[in-house]
């Protein structure tokens, strides 16, 4: 029974290889930023809809989400699974954390569920949820709060890292915007008269940096002065940090946003500026389900004869899935070069041949692990006790 599941999913991937690689490269060639992704989004559905699949665009308020959905002829008692693509690219770097590659893994592991619910006489319902700013402003985050994810069973994707692992935790993170507010002056005639609100991104940065020391080793602190003012002969009464932080653990990450926004308001308070702190949603640390990950790695480290490395930093909008449902976020090697993530060199290894063979088979393992849970009782219900425990 399985060994022939398996086959029908190679074949059905296989089968459309040729395909996903144009639009992968027609995503990775026009680079769009979070909530941007019209483009990737239009040529991704009008592909599901030359399928022959329903697809439902605008999701969750968002308007470059979708969700393409098959039901099984026999009827949908069986599982609902769902999987995951991102489609955003970063400023200026483009497709430099392979969201091209992403988007066809999601299409990939759709079609060869969809077939398998078509053939191997198996019941449940498969979705692709096409899932945008990734990178910024969490777009599964919005989605989950409208609801989109409600009554799935399980939830999975594929992300291409410099290795692969199925057991990934990732950090979890907030970004935040801070906005400092002066008083302009002539820098030579009268710069007693101004408010130097670009000295209190200065200060601000130089303290985060004193703060430093006392980080514990998983902890990250990270960003820019994204305007510090305009000309050297004005003081500036404008200035802008981008800014994120990390933690090992999602109930670590309020320890150092009370730290960090002290620190904001003490460079205030230091140079008389006022100042507004923007925040974005909060990514929680990514939990995989053991079981699943289990199952992820083997079949990986057979194909690559390595262990699996999942001493991988980062965050991802997926791990606040993993808090509410059963999921698999499984990383595999892009390139075999251990090049990193967003990167300029990465943005190159995501359009190559190589980079579409690895993502394809990173699908195929998502796609046989989500097969087994619909037709191995057993196993799903291993799957169950182990999302209990954790
Ligand atoms: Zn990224
Ligand atoms: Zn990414």
Not at 3 to 8: D, L, N, Q
Not at 26 to 54: F, M, Q, W
Not at 65 to 74: L, P
Request: hydrophobic share 40%; proline share 3%; with cysteine.
């Amino acid at each position: 029974m399985l060994i022939s599941i398996e086959s029908v999913i190679h074949q059905a991937i296989s089968d459309v290889s040729h395909e996903l690689r144009k639009l992968s490269l027609e995503i990775h060639d026009n680079p769009e930023t979070a909530l941007e992704e019209k483009h990737a989004c239009y040529v991704l559905s009008r592909y599901l809809e030359s399928k022959g699949y329903k697809v439902e665009q605008g999701i969750g308020g968002l308007e470059t989400a979708f969700v393409a959905t098959y039901i099984s002829t026999s009827g949908d008692s069986g599982l609902n699974i769902g999987f995951c693509s991102e489609y955003d690219a970063l400023p200026l770097i483009g497709h430099g954390c392979g969201h091209n590659l992403i988007a066809i893994s999601g299409v990939a592991m759709f079609l060869a569920l969809s077939k398998v619910l078509d053939t191997c006489s198996v019941s449940g319902t498969v979705k692709l949820f096409g899932t945008p700013a990734e990178e910024a402003k969490g777009g599964k985050i919005v989605l989950q709060k409208q609801g989109v994810f409600e009554g799935m069973d399980l939830l999975m994707m594929v992300h291409p890292s410099a290795a692969f692992c199925g057991n990934w935790h990732s950090q979890a993170s907030l970004s935040m915007t801070v906005e400092y507010f002066g008083k302009s002056a002539h820098a030579a005639m009268s710069p007693w008269d101004g408010i130097n609100a670009g000295s209190a991104a200065t200060i601000a940065l130089q303290t985060i940096g004193v703060m430093r020391e006392q980080l514990k080793p998983d902890w990250r602190a990270h960003g820019i002065i994204a305007d510090g003012g305009q000309v050297a002969n004005v003081i500036p009464d404008y200035s802008r940090i981008e800014y994120t932080i990390r933690t090992g653990w999602s109930g670590e990450l309020g320890i150092l946003r009370t730290r960090i926004l002290r620190i904001f308001e003490a460079a205030a308070l230091a140079t008389g500026c006022t100042h507004k702190v923007k925040e974005e949603h909060a990514y929680l640390d990514n939990l995989a389900n053991p079981v699943l990950a289990e199952m992820y790695d083997d079949i990986m480290s057979v194909k690559y004869h390595k262990q699996p490395d999942c001493n991988v930093g980062g965050s991802t909008d997926f791990g606040n899935l993993s808090h509410s449902f059963i999921t698999l976020h499984g990383m595999y090697d892009l390139a075999g070069t251990g090049v990193p993530n967003h990167s300029k060199e990465f943005a190159k290894d995501a359009r190559t041949k190589e980079a579409h063979e690895r993502t394809l088979f990173a699908a195929e393992t998502i796609a046989r692990i989500a097969a087994r849970c619909l037709a191995d009782k057993e196993f799903w219900s291993k799957v169950q006790q182990a999302h209990k425990d954790m």
